[in-house]
Structures are given as structure tokens and as C-alpha cells.
């Protein structure tokens, strides 16, 4: 049973960064679809970033050329740097693992099956 812990969440001003990492555990990150999500309040859960396990990444139209999301398989850790927040970008950040065969569209939430705890993100105007 693979475990994911989120850290790095926190309130910055529109125009600043923040790094966030997830750490997994009980599983290898090497074989799963990696995937950053997030929800706002009163608002479904999106995907934000994912790293597939051919080594691409897809990100959502709203963080193109913003956000980054990178892996080190080694410490089986996920990570996702923002940069240019925006207020917008408010939202509890979580991350996400599924098997490459259950994900037909990777930045859906539909085929992951580990969810961490979220970490959250404020970014004031």
C-alpha cells in the first residue's frame, strides 16, 4: 500500500514561488503515474501537473510555463515548483499514484489510487 506525504504548502504574495515535494512510501514511484491535483474551495479537484511513467510531463493549460514537476525515483520523490503564482492558484494541493493501464486521461482524478493528505497553498493579490 503505497503512502504519499505532501510538505511544502504555504502563503506567499501573487508573483512568488513555493516548492512543493511528496514523499512516497510502501511502493516505488518508478512504476505509477505521479500526478499534482488540487481543489479550491467550493471547486472539483483538477489536475495539475503529472509525470508519466514514460518520463513526460503534462501539465494544465493554467501552469504551462509556470509550474514544473519533476521526480527523483531514487528518493522516491515528486516534486512541483511554482513559479508567478497567481491568487488563483489558491488551493489545497494534493498528490496522486495510479497504474499507467487505469489512466486514460492522466490530469483526470479518475484511476489514481493513493491520495495524500494535501498541503496547502494561499497566494494573496
Known amino acids: 500500500q503505497m503512502q504519499l506525504v505532501e510538505s511544502g504548502g504555504g502563503s506567499v504574495q501573487a508573483g512568488g514561488s513555493l516548492r512543493l515535494s511528496c514523499v512516497a512510501s510502501g511502493g516505488t514511484v518508478r512504476n505509477y503515474v505521479l500526478g499534482w491535483f488540487r481543489q479550491a474551495p467550493g471547486k472539483a479537484r483538477e489536475g495539475v501537473a503529472v509525470?508519466?511513467?514514460?518520463?513526460?510531463?503534462i501539465y494544465a493549460d493554467s501552469v504551462k510555463g509556470r509550474f514544473t514537476v519533476s521526480k527523483d525515483s531514487a528518493k522516491n520523490t515528486l516534486s512541483l515548483q511554482m513559479n508567478s503564482l497567481k491568487p488563483e492558484d489558491t488551493a489545497t494541493y494534493y498528490c496522486?499514484?495510479?497504474?499507467?493501464?487505469?489512466?486514460?486521461?492522466?490530469?483526470?482524478?479518475?484511476?489514481?489510487?493513493?491520495w495524500g493528505q494535501g498541503t496547502t497553498v494561499t497566494v494573496s493579490s
Open positions: 496522486a499514484a495510479g497504474p499507467r493501464p487505469q489512466l486514460h486521461y492522466v490530469l483526470s482524478v479518475i484511476g489514481y489510487n493513493y
Open positions: 509525470f508519466d511513467t514514460d518520463d513526460s510531463t
